[in-house]
């Protein structure tokens, strides 16, 4: 037995964003930087570490948005066509620093080399379609991947039993479209909690739940080893909570590791800094300047200004990433002694969760960090050992009864970020919606023909197959609810970040959800209104409406 | 069941009610006693709908910055010498084949073919042919023009918790409530006024405010209890009754439970328990609960003596706040914290009562009440500067970290915990 356990968890999350009906959309660009930076590389450094023999093991939450997200022919296509643009211009600036700023020139090589390598693995070795290849690697036994809410919905301000009961019931059947397996845990959106979200995971077959740290510190009865041992709650759903030493190390932006003057500077970025001209035909048709993902800077120091910004060194900052995870490791063993000591031999588990995205897109050594971290823990000591919280469940180490509390893993521990003065707007509309769609669900349960009218005789669409009208209106209602629903929304308006945008998207799922109540309840179908709703929001192509049945 | 807060709102019918009415699947008479004190604060129906917005694609930040990857070359200030590139995803790469066409490409850059020829890129110029003629199309406008409609008239009641210490409520009730009234009791409405009511299921009390129709409200709560909300009419001496209810919601606890397991194996003393919140990095909590010790009801009796010593009075009520909260308040109080600071960290009850004594709060006051009835030694405390901003998009909490003198237990037990007097977590 090692002194400790240590587990990885990535939550990879993003919310559904595809806008067919524009040739190109800005908040597209989310999905194609993550590709890019963090999917990508990720997924390359763990088939790389397994084939090495490394070993790599960690829990992964890849949720049903980005899955969807991943496997859209549109998107996938629209990714290749960013990709080769930014290599294009990566190669104007491999040829321009060289002469014009060689001390920016290294930087622009490793540009060209990571990008070919990316446009490669995602043609060639990955066929397009990442999902396959965090599905090989779970197969392979280097990643458990859990699900998370249908589309990140937080359960604790969804008003129905219905509601909730589908965000984790059309996670666990998207899951199993995607992996072909059983989901063993999920990624409660958030971490959101409330007592009771037990008994719809354990009716949905999982096993286990991540939560916050106080959900079980806080929780009755005063659990014997803190945090670092999971909990069970009465009705057997294991429940693993955030250690905070490790979230700190990595994640505070004061003592994080990310904020080392020789990383990355994020702000700095090429789409800013070179004269429109030279960049137009890498923006959008729009032309406005905007992140491309080109960054020569470092960050200097905490109060260096933009303009003061450093050349950024690939090699020192690599070797930066090899020390952090080093020491990373070091922190590691002495906590292990230190929880060994307090539980009286029992080995205790540390439970580490991290935004996926913040390895790559933020925190641009991030995957290198990784890299190194596990390479490390494989050939460099034996005394921690890494494992998923389905590895724990699978020990048969005996795990306490308790009952946790409701927290969040946000600002201040509970809900504050998604219900307050500037997004609380938004809730009597969902509800509304949530109530609406168990109500519609159940009259058209009693009705066994199709809503009549035109609706039965315009049915001609075969976009969705053999069915009727009515069952296409309750899938596309069910659709919009859940995209209504994302956690995201209420998000990005409380942070102040893509305020319009989120709350139209909102809004129109709102309004998307009304026009296809409306024609289910006149019976009057339009049918071209109906496709078109159906070809944007194209989420969850398998789902069933009567899920919301009570 | 004590109920407060509540007065008549102008304009209100004085007749008596004579009869118990019900106005829809909802509603039910509920009959309360007479409130014991008034005060007015009429609520406004804040339920706000944002204006509608236009479509634009949101602006990524704009850095004024020099762009000197684009200037003239620097002089070589920088003690790093150039070095060949070397990253994790470069170096690992290697088992990625890059063909040489793509190699030659790379060192061939700047012309506009470069993507579609020399790279033999698959590009995909199609994806701009297969759009929908968005332009002319009744239906992309049909949903390009977004816009929230009003909510239909229905009775709504719903109570959110955004934290232990705070609930959102908003309502709306379908059928002008004056009419139902009226329906009832014709003209004869006496003093009724129509209010929203919560109520603490645990400690049996209320909180009544005038309402109108439709609206929000936000509530100052106590944590590790239960609520409910409702819309009503009430007059002073005649029969409460109901119109809408909302569901109940159940605070959490903002500390430890008192209650350690009851099975042996898990089973766990005050002390070992402290010392478990420690290395979790809660050290506050871990304070308190090592000073509490193991009888949770003998430190409670001792909390309130202490308190009621430190504003000199015994004539509050004590029993509907926590213990925890009120040790909470005297060692951040002893620590030089002044009330206002401690006003959002504190139940709404205890911060009344350290108001309603404010010329008693001071720290020597605070700490010789603590040290004379808990196992304490006296320390300075100084507040350090917190440490909450992250990367990337979570706003996930971190504890937030003081500095501290270590205080020390007089029992001489074997753990004595740091006291960090708003650390531990950033949950208040």
Known sequence: MPLGYFSLILHAHLPFVRHPEYPEFLEEDWLYEAITEVYLPLIFIFQTLHESGAKPRLAMNVSPPLCEMLADPLLQQRYTHHLENLIELAVKEEFRTRSESPEFHDVAKMYVENLISS??????????????????????????????????????????????RAQVEIAVTNYKKHFGRQPRGIWLAECAYEPGIEDLLKTAGIEYFISDTHAILYGDPRPRYGVHAPVVTPNGTAVFARDVETSQQVWSAEIGYPGNDLYREFYRDIGWDAPLDYLKPHLHADGERRHLGLKYHRITGRDVPQNRKEPYIPAMARDKAAENA?????????????????????????????????????????????????????????????????????????????????????????????????????????????????????TAGCQPASVGGKASQKNEDTQAGSLRSDERILNQLARELLLAQSSDWAFQIYQGTTVQYSSRRFQSHIQRFNMLANMLETGDVDHELLSEIENRDNIFAEIDYRVYRN | ????????????????????????????????????????????????????????????????????????????????????????????????????????????????????KKLDLDVTPDIAATEPNVEVSAVFKALADVSLPDLEKENRARLLMQTPTRLYFYWSVRQNPWQQLKSVFGDDLGSYTLVLKLTDLKRGTEEIQPCEAEGNWWFAVEPDSEYQAEIGFYAVNRPYFRIIYSNTIQTPRRS?????????????????????????????????????????????????????????????????????????????????????????????????????????????????????????????????????????????????????????????????????????????
């Open chain 2, 1 to 116: 069941m004590e109920t407060k807060v509540v007065k008549k709102k102008a304009g209100a019918a004085k007749e008596t009610a004579k009869s118990a009415i019900s106005v829809d699947p909802f509603a039910e008479i509920v009959e309360t006693s007479a409130p014991a004190k008034r005060s007015v604060k009429v609520i406004k129906a804040e339920a706000k709908v944002p204006a509608k917005r236009v479509v634009t694609k949101a602006a990524a930040p704009v850095i004024a910055i020099a762009a000197d990857a684009f200037a003239e070359p620097v002089s070589e200030t920088s003690a790093v010498k150039k070095r060949a590139v070397k990253t994790a995803t470069a170096s690992t790469s290697k088992a990625v084949a890059v063909s040489e066409t793509t190699k030659k490409a790379a060192k061939k850059p700047a012309k506009k073919t470069v993507r579609s």
């Open chain 1, 119 to 164: 446009l490669n693995l995602w043609n060639d070795r990955y066929k397009r379609n990442l999902v396959n290849a965090f599905k090989e690697l779970q197969d392979e036994g280097v990643i458990e991947i859990i699900t998370c809410c249908a589309t990140h919905g937080f359960l604790p301000l969804i008003s129905t039993l219905e509601s909730r």
């Open chain 2, 256 to 428: 430890p439970s008192p209650r350690p397991a009851s099975d042996a194996k898990w089973t766990v003393s005050a002390n070992k328990f402290a010392e478990v919140l420690d290395v979790a990095g809660f050290s506050r909590d871990a304070f308190d609960v090592a000073m509490a010790g193991d009888d949770v009801h003998a430190a409670e009796n001792t909390t309130q003596i202490a308190f009621s010593q430190f504003i000199g009075s015994k004539e509050h009520n004590l029993n509907a706040i926590s213990a925890e909260d009120i040790r909470y308040a005297m060692l951040a109080l002893a620590s030089g914290f002044t009330l206002e600071e401690l006003r959002t960290r504190v139940s709404s009850a205890l911060c009344a009562i350290l108001q309603a004594n404010v010329e008693k709060l001071n720290a020597a006051n605070a700490l010789a009440a603590l040290s004379e009835y808990f196992d304490i030694d006296e320390a300075e405390w100084t507040e350090e500067e917190f440490g909450s901003a992250v990367y990337g998009a979570s706003l996930v909490h971190f504890p937030k970290t003081l500095k501290t003198k270590n205080i020390s237990s007089k029992s001489g037990a074997t753990f004595a915990p740091r006291y960090n007097p708003v650390s531990s977590h950033s949950l208040r």
């Open chain 1, 326 to 442: 080093a020491h990373f490791i070091g922190e590691r063993i002495k906590q292990a002694h230190k929880l060994r000591e307090t539980f009286e031999g029992h080995p205790p588990l540390v439970i580490s969760p991290y935004d996926a995205e913040l390895y790559g897109h933020w925190w641009f050594e991030g995957p290198q960090f990784i890299d190194f971290f596990f390479k490390k823990i494989h050939f460099d000591q034996n005394e921690i050992e890494c494992i998923t919280p389905g590895d724990f469940l699978d020990s048969g180490l005996p795990i306490q009864v308790q009952k946790p509390t409701a927290s969040s893993w946000g600002e201040n521990g509970y809900y504050k970020v998604w219900i307050n003065e500037g997004n609380s707007w938004m809730y009597p509309y969902q509800h509304d919606a949530e109530r609406r769609m168990t109500e519609l669900c159940l």
